[in-house]
């Protein structure tokens, strides 16, 4: 779509240094003042802007608004946690700081409207009034009555007023059952490859040149354009590895017109700051920390507080007696826990036309019953539970006993219950009894393969050898 | 405090007078017979009223508005009649936007003649003979019952008996969203307030107990008649009993106060939402507002909300525009645009969206809505939004989207979890793609969230609430040719990738 040039009604240097403040939204620009026309004139009574995150939604209506000094309200609809919050900052902003005392304690819409239209004819106005409503996919979940309201509100207030909604949520999944006043819809597509280039080769560091960080964003794309459209998070991740890449050439091993060998040096540390940073599974803090001591990744991967559960010695074997419970067929115990089983034809027990593995649809509930058996049957002989392990395990499970399930009282076995109770607490089996199962209460292993081989590696135990999947 | 006429004696203290009213009618029961010579009082026609009132407000605003702009006009027609092209613009992107974005009232009815005289009809009776009524426009949105009742009241507000008698309480569905908020608004909109008083009596058993003596100690001959138009009706079903309902619907069955109940709604099964008592009391009038119009009205439609009036100041300019008017209306391809519009929704609303992007695309070095401005139009109100959310997603997040499209084609629809999505994605890495890396699954975990928060995917509620994220069963909210649509204009899809959503099987 061209860009219409003129714009009447606005200053035109004004809007020329919005474009170059903005960069790469211009066509967006260009709309949304076409929309809204002069300052005076109408403009339609709701418009719903969509695009995905960063892509200069909040930042161009804004920008726009606070450049040409147009009458405006900025609301983010996170920080209403109710709509009482809401009227008020719009009023605030429309009509300054003693608007609001005639507003009750908990307002309706109706109590909005009502002063918005006693105030607004005593302050008529003489441009447009917008209301910015950011993350407006929250509006949903509010009252039933204000997303409706909030779209048709020039009609309900009588203003020259124009409700502007933000939301990275497409309109189909606003619609109320009944209908409303449909918004004018406008998308903002996401920033392309190049224009991520433009924008993000923009802040470059003072002390090298802006060619060598432009190759270095151009690296950093390659990496992680497949994965991450975000300008923000790139942006982050630039900053953050930019120190990285700059080593060897601080060293003096390169040059700046080394580029092969820049890459060489940059691309594994970005592919490793794809799988701990990317993820957030450490903060940038810690990151920069290992960068600067040259410790592995692999080190802090672990940052996560599963892979560093410490468990005693019969919890670890009661977690692994879970697994097996919840990922193998009932009708394979015998097979795999009984010493003298008969015979079991091979063809008969690998009945291969179970295509789908448990591993893929999840864990099975199971009952305790069949937990203890596995249990008795895994753990090592020689160590026969005492009541004072059983002891030490339950004073150890008190100190987190604080979220201790109440309808599990019915168990019989109360030492295994403190033990098992505990991994209901830590998220990692789940309870999946109700309340008219008292007496047989079914659990569900909640933890992942690799958690689980790693906790089996501890006590010795070879868990593939007992998972019918990987048979 | 215009619209009801305070005896005059009582003068000075309105409030005080009416406490002592109140309490007077709270304390002595039965005491009603006493107090109706003052409560009729309340109700009573007015004979020459102040001309504020006159105008129910809600038109008041447009009736100024268009007064200034005349008054400007005539101003600048006595200095020069040429304006230049961009003031010319400017006057133009005025009028028309006033017309399509604010709820401009057009000249007459289009299309809906005969509804028309029928509520006018309807509500002269109670205007100017105090008969009572209750009646329903239904049609769905955007279909024009707000302009029709808008159009009707103006006209009605021309009639000098109506004018000076009728009382109007506009009240909304979305705005009064209990009886008690709307007992609130009509006390208020009957400027009753003063006599209500907060500190009087606040309950809503004592509201409505004044309101309903008001209303009923009047009768035909000697009281005001009271309008009362409810938007969006069949929320007003919602509220508890029906409490509001009933007694305005009951009002309107006795000969009490005229009454009139208009109810606005785009529900056609809104009679089954009242309750036995209160259908029972309503009239059972409804008027529909099911478009009927075919094409070429409608593009006559088009062409009148786009040509500008005869008045306006720029003779030599006006005529130019509506020329380019009336050849876009002819054009082949703008026909081509409506008739698509138009065999998707009749109702104006949609109409007025289209014609808006039009005309925003209109500048000076673009003086007239050309054919491609009709076309860009439509192509931004009919562009698919899933497929452009699509367009934004990265490389992975699309694969995933396609992988769930190969779950969805074996397993039939049944919801599915990310454990199979990713069995199916690395299926693919491993067999078939040479430009998709294979990434961490915490990664491909990420993506996939990322689609669940764009509600791409949705979970499925229930049981499974409490089972690990990996294992939650999810469905897609994609069609299955959303999808491949999307693929074909995605920017620079690897080859590969289309081929595996092309592929029959994973």
Redesign the interface.
């Known amino acids: 779509m061209s860009v219409p040039l003129h714009h009447p009604g606005y200053d035109e240097d004004r809007v020329q240094l919005l474009m170059e403040k903005l960069p790469c939204r211009e066509t967006q620009i260009g709309t949304l003042l076409a929309l809204m026309g002069e300052p005076e004139q109408y403009c339609y009574p709701s418009i719903f802007i969509y695009g995905h995150r960063a892509t200069g939604k909040s930042h161009v209506t804004q920008g726009l608004l606070r450049e040409l000094e147009l009458p405006h309200a900025v609301v983010s609809c996170v920080e209403c946690v109710s709509a009482g919050i809401l009227f008020e900052q719009v009023l605030l902003a429309f009509f300054g700081s003693s608007s609001t005392d005639s507003l009750p304690r908990n307002p309706f819409l109706s109590d909005f409207v009502r002063i918005y239209r006693q105030l607004c004819g005593q302050f008529p106005a003489t441009q447009t009034r917008y209301i910015v409503l950011d993350k407006a996919e929250l509006l949903r979940d509010m009252d039933a009555n204000l997303l409706p309201g909030f779209l048709r509100l020039q009609e309900l207030v009588e203003d020259n007023l124009t409700v502007i909604l933000l939301s990275e949520i497409v309109w189909d999944k606003f619609r109320p059952n009944t209908g409303c006043y449909e918004p004018l819809l406008l998308h903002f597509p996401n920033y392309s490859k190049v224009e991520l280039q433009q924008i993000l080769a923009w802040d470059t560091h003072p002390s090298y040149s802006p060619e060598l960080y432009s190759s270095y964003i151009n690296i950093l794309l390659g990496v992680f354009f497949s994965v991450c459209r975000d300008l923000r998070e790139l942006r982050h991740l630039a900053a953050l590895n930019f120190q990285k890449f700059c080593e060897p050439l601080e060293a003096g091993e390169a040059k700046e017109k080394d580029s092969h060998k820049l890459w060489r040096n940059i691309e594994p540390h970005l592919k490793k700051a794809m799988q701990t940073v990317y993820l957030r599974d450490v903060c940038s803090v810690q990151w920069e920390e290992a960068q600067s001591e040259e410790r592995e990744v692999a080190d802090l991967k672990g940052f996560s507080v599963h892979d560093h559960v410490e468990l005693p010695y019969y919890s670890k074997y009661l977690l692994i007696a879970a697994y097996l419970a919840s990922y193998n067929p009932a009708r394979t115990d015998r097979r795999f826990f009984l010493k003298h089983h008969g015979k079991i034809k091979k063809t008969n027990f690998l009945k291969k036309h179970e295509k789908t593995s448990n591993h893929l649809l999840g864990p099975k509930p199971f009952p305790l019953d069949r937990l203890l058996a596995i249990f008795y049957s895994v753990v090592d002989s020689r160590v026969a539970p005492t009541a004072s392990v059983f002891a030490q395990i339950s004073s150890l499970v008190t100190l987190q006993l604080l979220t201790l399930m109440s309808h599990d009282d019915q168990l019989d076995a109360p030492k295994y219950k403190c033990a098992i109770s505990s991994l209901v607490t830590l998220q990692l089996l789940t309870l999946m009894s109700h309340d008219d199962q008292l007496d047989a209460p079914k659990y569900k292993c909640a933890v992942s393969l690799d958690f689980i081989r790693a906790i089996s590696r501890t006590v010795g135990f070879d868990i593939l050898r007992y998972l019918y999947d990987f048979l | 405090m215009g619209g009801v006429s305070f005896p005059r004696e009582h003068g000075g203290g309105v409030k005080a007078w009416a406490r002592g009213r109140w309490e007077e009618v709270l304390t002595v029961r039965g005491a009603a017979a006493a107090q109706s010579g003052e409560l009729s009082c309340l109700m009573k026609r007015a004979p020459a009223d102040d001309p504020a009132r006159g105008a129910p407000h809600?038109l008041g605003?447009h009736t100024d508005s268009r007064k200034e702009a005349v008054f400007i006009m005539s101003k600048r027609k006595a200095k020069d009649i040429n304006l230049t092209a961009?003031e010319c613009?400017?006057e133009v992107?005025?009028l028309l936007?006033?017309r399509?974005?604010?709820?401009h009232l057009p000249i007459g009815p289009v299309g809906m003649e005969s509804q028309y005289k029928h509520l006018l009809e309807l509500l002269k009776r109670t205007a100017v003979h105090g008969e009572s009524n209750s009646v329903l426009i239904v049609g769905p949105?955007?279909a024009g019952k707000?302009m029709l009742l808008n159009l009707v009241l103006k006209e009605l507000m021309e009639v000098d008996e109506a004018k000076k008698n009728i009382l109007l309480v506009r009240l909304?569905?979305?705005?009064?969203?209990d009886d008690r908020?709307a007992l609130k608004?009509i006390t208020?909109q009957l400027n009753l307030e003063n006599v209500v008083g907060d500190k009087v009596f606040g309950s809503f058993a004592e509201n409505l107990v004044f309101l309903l003596e008001a209303l009923k100690k009047g009768d035909r001959s000697s009281s005001r008649p009271v309008l009362f138009t409810l938007d969006e009706f069949?929320?007003f079903a919602h509220h508890k009993n029906q409490t509001l309902l009933y007694n305005l619907l009951d009002i309107s069955q006795s000969a009490q106060t005229p009454v009139a109940v208009v109810g606005l709604t785009?529900?056609l099964d809104v009679l089954e939402l009242l309750e036995k008592r209160v259908k029972s009391r309503f009239s059972h009038r409804q008027i529909h507002l099911l478009s009927t119009m075919d094409f070429q009205s409608f593009l006559c439609s088009v062409e009148l909300q786009l040509s500008l009036p005869p008045d306006f100041l720029d003779r030599r300019f006006s005529e130019d525009w509506n020329a380019g008017v009336k050849a876009l209306c002819k054009d082949k391809s703008a026909e081509a645009v409506l008739k698509k519009h138009f065999n998707s929704s009749k109702d104006f609303?949609?109409l007025n969206?289209l014609l808006?992007?039009a005309l925003?695309?209109v500048?000076?070095?673009?003086p007239a809505i050309r054919p491609t401005d009709l076309l860009?139009a439509s192509r931004?109100?009919t562009?698919d939004?899933?497929a452009?959310?699509l367009?934004?997603?990265?490389?992975?997040e699309l694969c995933l989207v396609i992988a769930m499209k190969h779950l969805n084609d074996i397993y039939d629809g049944e919801p599915f979890?990310f454990?199979?999505v990713h069995?199916e994605f690395k299926k693919f890495i491993q067999r078939k793609s040479h430009s998709?890396?294979n990434?961490?699954k915490?990664?491909v975990v990420?993506?996939f969230e990322h689609l669940q928060?764009?509600?791409l995917i949705k979970p499925m509620d229930g049981s499974t609430a409490?089972?690990?994220k990996?294992?939650q069963l999810v469905k897609l909210m994609l069609d299955h040719t959303q999808i491949m649509e999307a693929l074909q204009k995605y920017?620079?899809c690897p080859t590969d990738v289309k081929q595996w959503a092309a592929s029959a099987f994973g």
């Not at chain 2, 367009?391 to 992975?396: P, Q, V």
């Open positions: 809600g605003s961009g613009l400017s992107q005025r936007r006033e399509l974005c604010h709820q949105r955007g707000t909304n569905g979305l705005l009064q969203t908020i608004e208020r069949d929320l785009c529900r609303r949609s969206m808006m992007l925003s695309r500048t000076v070095s673009n860009e931004l109100c562009s939004a899933k452009n959310i367009h934004g997603l990265s490389i992975l979890n454990q199979m069995n998709v890396h990434f961490e915490p990664v990420k993506a928060e764009l509600e409490r089972s690990q990996v294992y920017p620079q």
